[in-house]
């Protein structure tokens, strides 16, 4: 070898190495920078008091954090980042329930998202709520959920918080239910007392006395109303089941009841061929019962109501439709129609207590779903409703 040769490869030599210097200190970089991020993760997330996993599913692995473990009391060193370490402590009704919402989102290639309240056992015994939230985020050639990863969420000073506002509210409708059980008592007696007047001393009272005593009867009648549906609205769900309901049947049901009146108004119902679910038979009944009366009824003069019902199969949930030909509601009024007593007409214009639509909702709610309105002024509007699976 050449001393000329020697020369070149040394400075080849000497310029890799600074190549290979340069290099180093961008791993290192992106090291130091990989670290920081970590730990701004890992404080934020220690701040929300979130846990994260790392579950490698086929290799029976779980990276849990300290803080996931630490939210249940116990040091990083005591639970081993196994899946068995949370599947011992969580609730066991939960657990399965867990499964069912992971195996849904695996059915469904992640579409459903995976998330869902669980209870946990904290290590001195006492139970700890939890948000779960997760997704797969490699899956093997044969569709197989490889690795998915998530946090936990401590909710459950929440949850305490939730129970007290459920307590409140079942407080709230137990005093709604006996104040207007009571005021049947002596609304009765108005009543009747009114139409003794009415039919045996209507001869002794002149034109404004009987003016006044139909004021008395129409205003106890509407009483009667208000504190029916309010008795209605305030028993929702209580001692009710879950069964199959053939929605067919139940329609068939509302047009028998509502018979004269559909005549009268020449309504026109058109269905499409409606599901069985699992639902709560007499609310879903006066559900669809509403949304029918209030097509029927919200119409301007001499037009004849054109009624369309539907349903659709979503991913999660059947969606109900009520669509009709009717005044339509304004645009800003489309969330406020379904808060109790709320009602855009005089009771001259049309007639109502203003609680249908509130009961509507309670009543979808009881069922975990959805209800809200489309509209167009002057042209109709459309109710839809959902039931989850
Ligand atoms: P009510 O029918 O006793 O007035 P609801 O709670 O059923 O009470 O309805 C609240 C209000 O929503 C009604 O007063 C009416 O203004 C509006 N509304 C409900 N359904 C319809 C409809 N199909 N078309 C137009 N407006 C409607």
Redesign the pocket.
């Known amino acids: 070898m050449t001393e000329q040769q020697l020369s070149v490869d040394l400075k080849e030599l000497l310029a890799l190495k600074e190549e290979l210097s340069q290099k180093n200190s961008t791993i290192k970089d992106l090291e130091n920078q990989l670290q920081e991020s970590n730990l701004i993760f890992d404080t934020i997330l220690d701040g929300s008091l979130a846990g994260y996993w790392d579950w490698h599913i086929q290799k029976d692995y779980e990276y849990m954090s300290p803080r996931f473990k630490q939210m249940f009391g116990y040091e990083d060193n005591e639970l081993p980042n196994k899946p068995e370490s949370w599947q011992k402590i969580i609730h066991p009704d939960d657990l399965e329930s867990l499964y069912e919402v992971f195996d849904l989102h695996v059915k469904s290639k992640g579409k459903i998202p995976f998330n869902k309240e669980a209870r946990y056992y904290h290590k001195d015994s006492s139970i700890v709520w939890v948000y779960c939230m997760g997704q797969v985020i490699e899956w093997d050639k044969n569709g197989e959920p490889v690795r998915a990863v998530g946090c936990h969420v401590d909710i459950t000073a929440l949850t305490g918080a939730n129970e007290l506002l459920e307590h409140r509210n079942t407080e709230l409708e137990q005093f709604v239910y006996l104040a207007s059980h009571d005021l049947q008592e002596p609304l009765r007696t108005v009543s009747s007392f009114a139409s003794i007047l009415a039919r045996k001393y209507a001869d002794n009272l002149d034109e404004k006395g009987l003016e006044y005593l139909d004021f008395i009867i129409d205003g106890s009648d509407r009483m009667t109303d208000l504190i029916r549906s309010l008795l209605d609205h305030s028993r929702t769900g209580k001692d009710a089941e879950i069964s199959k309901v053939n929605m067919n049947n139940v329609l068939v049901t509302i047009q028998n009841d509502l018979n004269v009146l559909i005549r009268e108004k020449k309504v026109t119902i058109q269905s499409a061929f409606l599901p069985i679910i699992d639902a709560y038979n007499v609310e879903l009944k006066l559900l669809l019962q509403?949304l029918i009366k209030?097509?029927i009824?919200?119409q301007e003069k001499d037009v004849e109501p054109i009624i369309n019902i539907n349903a659709t199969l979503k991913e999660t949930h059947w969606e109900f439709s009520v669509r009709?030909n009717?005044?339509?509601?304004p645009s800003d009024k489309l969330d406020d129609?379904f808060v109790i007593f709320?009602?855009?007409?005089s009771r001259s214009v049309?007639e109502?207590?203003?609680?249908?639509?509130?009961h509507c909702k309670k009543i979808t709610e009881l069922h975990k779903g959805n209800i809200w309105v489309e509209?167009t002024l002057g042209a109709g509007?459309c109710?839809y409703f959902t039931i989850p699976l």
């Open positions: 509403n209030n097509a009824k919200f009709d009717g005044i339509g509601i129609i709320r009602r855009l007409h049309y109502g207590t203003g609680i249908g639509l509130a509209s509007s109710f």
